[in-house]
Nanobody, 121 residues
Framework: QVQLVESGGGLGQAGGSLRLSCAAS????????MAWYRQGPGKQRELVAA???????NYADSVKGRFTISRDNAKNTVYLQMNSLKPEDTAVYYC???????????????WGQGTQVTVSS
């Protein structure tokens, strides 16, 4: 059973930094794209950043130049380095991965449980 486990959330200050990690485990053969989404209070879930298996990245306009997504394929882990934090970055951050495992013929989408990030002004 594939699982995504996030860590690194918490309380940050405006202008500060936080780093999120998401480790995938459970019969993994290959991980294609990985991404971070977030859902702020009263808002819909939105894509923050994504990275392909080859390392190409894409960012929401609101985080470009401040956040950096990266991955360690040997560890099946994706990271989100968040710099120059703003109060509007406050949200629950979710890890997403497209995973081919030994129990499925095709890659499936998986979500982490979410980690709270709160940025104080």
């Amino acid at each position: 059973q594939v699982q995504l486990v996030e860590s690194g959330g918490g309380l940050g200050q405006a202008g500060g930094s936080l780093r999120l990690s998401c480790a995938a485990s459970g019969g993994i053969l290959r991980i294609n794209g990985m991404a971070w989404y977030r859902q702020g209070p009263g808002k819909q879930r939105e894509l923050v950043a994504a990275i392909t298996g080859a390392g190409s990245t894409n960012y929401a306009d609101s985080v470009k130049g401040r956040f950096t997504i990266s991955r360690d394929n040997a560890k099946n882990t994706v990271y989100l380095q968040m710099n120059s934090l703003k109060p509007e970055d406050t949200a629950v951050y979710y890890c997403h991965a497209d995973v081919l495992s030994g129990s499925n013929w095709f890659a499936q989408a998986y979500w982490g449980q979410g980690t709270q990030v709160t940025v104080s002004s």
